[in-house]
């Protein structure tokens, strides 16, 4: 019992990154979302992409916390 909950105490953070990395390049490919830093380093196009990062990767943290509690 204690063997599957270790396992998926560690499979919750690296899989909450690949999944919000899959969702964000999907919503970048949706969108056209693009931005580089010959605007500057600090832009709103980082802060939109930052944004959508903390967003997608708490909602995705929050679900398979959900999903693997018991």
Do not use: C
């Not at 204690?2 to 949706?30: A, E, H, M």
């Not at 605007?39 to 995705?60: C, K, Q, T």
């Amino acid at each position: 019992m204690r063997d599957s909950q270790k396992k998926t105490n560690f499979f919750i953070p690296f899989g909450t990154i690949i999944i919000t990395y899959i969702i964000v390049k999907i919503l970048y490919k949706l969108t056209g979302f693009h931005y580089d830093f010959t605007e500057g380093i600090v832009n709103i196009r980082l802060l939109i992409d930052l944004a959508l990062w903390g967003f997608v990767y708490f909602s995705v943290d929050f679900l398979l916390k959900k999903l693997f509690s018991k």
